[in-house]
C-alpha cells in the first residue's frame, strides 16, 4: 500500500480544496484541454484538477507556494512526462520563464481569495503569452470582473480588466463543494485576452492612474476626484460630462481621460 500525506488546509495560504467531483468535472469541460496545449495551473493544492488536466495529454506546469504540498503532488504526478512541478509564489513568478509560444498559455486555478486581485494583476502583464484563464474566485469578485457600468461593482478591477480581456462568469459553486467549507460562494469566471484590444490607450499606466484616481472616492464626483489630473474643462473636452460619479463611465471614456493626461504630459515643458 502507498504511503498517504495529509495535509490541512493552512488559514495563512487561504486554501480551501475543491474535492466535489461534479463540480472538478464541470470545471475540466468548461476548459476543454487538448493534447497541443500548454497548461498552467496556479496553487493546485491536493491535486483536484491536476489529474484531469495532465489526463488531457496537455502539457502542464503548475507553481505552489506550500512546500508541504510539493511531496504529495510528486507522489501523484512526478511519474507523467508531461507534469513539471514550480515551488514558489505565483505572485512574484516569471511567465516568461516557460517558454510558451506567444497566445499559448493557458492558465487554471482555484485562487486564494487575499491573492486573487494582484495575481490577475500580475498575469494580465503577460497578457500576450496568455490564450484564455479559468479561475476559481469568490462570487463577488467574479461579479465585479465581469461587471458592466452603472453600478456599484463596476470599477478599478472590472475596468482593467476588461480592457485586456474578454470576461464571462460562467457558473456558481457552493461552499460545501471545499475542504474546510469558505464562508462565501465561490464562481468560476473565463478571462479571454483580446486579440485586438477594444479601446487602446495611448499608455496604459495612464489609464490605470486615472482609474486609480477615479475610484479613489467613487462617491464623488468625477471633477472632484480627477481634479489633480485633469481640470474640468480638460474632462469636457474629452466628451465625459464631470459632474458624473466614476461608475456611470463605460471603459472608452476612461481611455479618452487617460489619452488626454497622457497628451497633457507629452507637451508639458521637461525640467532638466
Known amino acids: 500500500m502507498t504511503e498517504h500525506y495529509q495535509h490541512r488546509a493552512r488559514k495563512r495560504f487561504g486554501q480551501n480544496f475543491l474535492h466535489d467531483a461534479g463540480v472538478i468535472d464541470r470545471i475540466l469541460r468548461a476548459i476543454n484541454a487538448k493534447p497541443d496545449n500548454r497548461l498552467l495551473e496556479i496553487g493546485p493544492g491536493q491535486g483536484a484538477l491536476t ?7 496537455g502539457q502542464l506546469d503548475v507553481v505552489e507556494l506550500d512546500k ?35 497566445g499559448s498559455l493557458r492558465v487554471v486555478g482555484n485562487l486564494p481569495y487575499n491573492i486573487s486581485t494582484p495575481l490577475i494583476f500580475h498575469l494580465l502583464n503577460n497578457a500576450s503569452l496568455i490564450r484564455d484563464m479559468h479561475f476559481m474566485l469568490q462570487k463577488e469578485v467574479v461579479e465585479r470582473l465581469a461587471a458592466g457600468p452603472g453600478g456599484g461593482d463596476w470599477g478599478r478591477l472590472s475596468i482593467m480588466v476588461q480592457y485586456h480581456c474578454k470576461v464571462e462568469h460562467l457558473f456558481n459553486v457552493g461552499p460545501g463543494a471545499f475542504n474546510p467549507p469558505p ?13 485586438v484590444l477594444p479601446h487602446p490607450a495611448k499608455d496604459h499606466r495612464m489609464l490605470e492612474r486615472v482609474v486609480r484616481e477615479a475610484f479613489n ?56
Do not use: M, Y
Open 217 to 272: 472616492q467613487r462617491r464623488k464626483t468625477l471633477r472632484n476626484t480627477l481634479k489633480n489630473l485633469l481640470s474640468t474643462d480638460e474632462i469636457q473636452a474629452c466628451d465625459v460630462d464631470g459632474s458624473l460619479r466614476p461608475e456611470q463611465l463605460d471603459l472608452a471614456a476612461f481611455v479618452r481621460l487617460a489619452d488626454a493626461l497622457s497628451d497633457q504630459l507629452a507637451a508639458a515643458p521637461r525640467a532638466d
Open 183 to 195: 464562508k462565501v460562494d465561490s464562481a468560476i469566471v473565463r478571462l479571454v485576452p483580446h486579440a
Open 68 to 102: 508541504d504540498l510539493i511531496p504529495i503532488l510528486n507522489q501523484q504526478f512526478a511519474g507523467k512526462s508531461n507534469f513539471n512541478l514550480h515551488q514558489g509564489d505565483a505572485l512574484k513568478f516569471d511567465f516568461t520563464s516557460l517558454n510558451a509560444a506567444p
Open 51 to 57: 489529474e484531469g488536466l495532465l489526463n488531457s495529454g
